[in-house]
């Protein structure tokens, strides 16, 4: 079986990759390749810091490997908090409460409530780099609601579904995720 790796330390992550290629493709963690660096992300965009992880993987390890980083672009403020989702509240860590409080405070009073999850993923085979996209539509919520997911799940309704991420749990989520639609577009070309 083909093997690949994942640039994440992130095992909720980890785990809804690998539920969504289910066993078509071997996806090994930096763990599962004794990495244990943190790759900052210093791009100003979600492909850059897709592109950043992936590389260092491929330059120091040798691998194919792929990497994504995703975003939460709320149409209200602008975007945010795009490529600073995971530490939308300031501090280093990914503190998802904390997160979902500020986006709440900030949309306060907004009558638009649009937002998109998008997920870049940058996928390097032989030292070639190839990008990959997956959004999903949908909106920012008064107060969370559902137990299942993660980060901002509990507060993003996606277009189409009266249950936000967090309420139709893992299952429909991660076929009709933005990452799962990047990862599907991902298989698409690995065959």
């Not at 791009?43 to 950043?52: F, K, P, R, V, Y």
């Not at 992936?54 to 390890?61: D, F, V």
């Amino acid at each position: 079986m083909r093997k690949l790796v994942f640039a994440t330390n992130n095992a909720h992550k980890l785990e809804e990759i690998r539920a969504i290629l289910g066993n078509k493709i071997e996806i090994l963690s930096l763990n599962d390749i004794d990495c244990h660096a943190d790759i900052p992300e210093t791009a100003d965009t979600l492909e850059g810091n897709a592109a950043i992880k992936a590389q260092y993987i491929y330059n120091n390890y040798g691998l194919d490997c792929f990497a994504d980083d995703t975003g939460l672009e709320v149409e209200a403020l602008n975007g945010a908090p795009g490529i600073y989702s995971a530490r939308y509240a300031g501090g280093d860590g990914h503190d998802s409460e904390a997160n979902m409080n500020k986006l709440l405070s900030e949309m306060k009073g907004k009558e638009n409530r649009k937002a998109r999850f998008r997920t870049a993923i940058c996928l390097i085979e032989d030292g070639a780099e190839h990008l990959f996209e997956g959004i999903v539509n949908g909106e920012i919520i008064n107060k969370r609601r559902g137990g299942s997911g993660f980060g901002y799940d509990p507060v993003f309704m996606p277009e189409g579904y009266s249950e936000t991420f967090a309420e139709m749990g893992n299952a429909v989520k991660n076929k009709i995720s933005h990452r799962a639609r990047a990862v599907e577009k991902l298989c698409e070309y690995l065959g």
